[in-house]
């Protein structure tokens, strides 16, 4: 089944305690991408990944890292968490054919106490 | 600022009734347009896209009409079922196709009542 897979779906932490959220996906695609979602927000982009070791920043990069080893795989990382980055996370992922929607995760939801 | 806008937080309409879900943009750089649907505790999902050449897009009981002149956008759901009750998300993107710069709005709570 293709699908992109998050993990981990619910995390609690405390402030400054690195962490990390997995994404991979298993269709091949080459575009991949972190979105948050908050209340009265919506779908803010956080980093986004065109290819194999290429990156960029999103709309809301600041606090996060990414990296892009391998094609599937498009882990967040956190490095000194804060409480304003409790929020509910998806990674998301399609091919560069110009007419491919995004294919999302099912989310993780990140507490920063 | 926010460039891609769905005003109404939320609609309840009853089931077999048309839903009609609004969305405004004011980039007049977006030429592509979409919308996604997510269920609680799920990831949003595609359902349907428009390109600025066109005004209109239909599939199944789901249409998109693209008014750019208003920058207005807007999702018609006929007949409306129980099942179609979840967030929609509009979204737009200044280059077709390229979901690096797909801007999304707040997002719209429908609601449809058995």
């Known amino acids: 089944e293709a699908q992109v897979t998050q993990n981990p779906r619910y995390l609690i932490t405390v402030t400054g305690k690195k962490l990390t959220v997995t994404c991979s996906q298993n269709m091949n695609h080459e575009y991949m991408s972190w979105y948050r979602q908050d209340p009265g927000l919506g779908l803010r982009q956080i980093y986004y990944s065109m290819n194999v070791e290429v990156t960029d920043k999103g709309d809301v990069p600041e606090g996060y890292k990414v990296s892009r080893k391998e094609k599937r795989n498009f882990p967040l990382i956190l490095e000194s968490p804060s409480p304003n980055q409790t929020s509910l996370y998806f990674c998301a992922s399609s091919s560069d054919r110009g007419d491919s929607p995004l294919h999302f995760g099912n989310g993780t939801r990140l507490t920063v106490t | 600022d926010q460039q891609v806008k769905q005003n109404s937080p939320s609609l309840s309409v009853q089931e077999g009734r048309i839903s009609i879900l609004n969305c405004d943009y004011t980039n007049s750089m977006f030429d592509y347009f979409l919308w996604y649907k997510k269920y609680p505790a799920e990831g949003p999902t595609f359902l349907i896209s428009i390109s600025s050449i066109k005004d209109k897009n239909e599939d199944g009981r789901f249409t998109v009409f693209l008014n750019k002149s208003a920058k207005h956008l807007s999702l018609h759901i006929v007949p409306s079922q129980p099942g179609d009750s979840a967030v929609y998300f509009c979204?737009?993107?200044?280059?077709?196709?390229?979901?690096?710069?797909?801007?999304f709005g707040k997002g719209i709570t429908l609601s449809v009542r058995p």
């Open positions: 979204a737009a993107s200044a280059i077709t196709g390229a979901n690096s710069k797909l801007t």
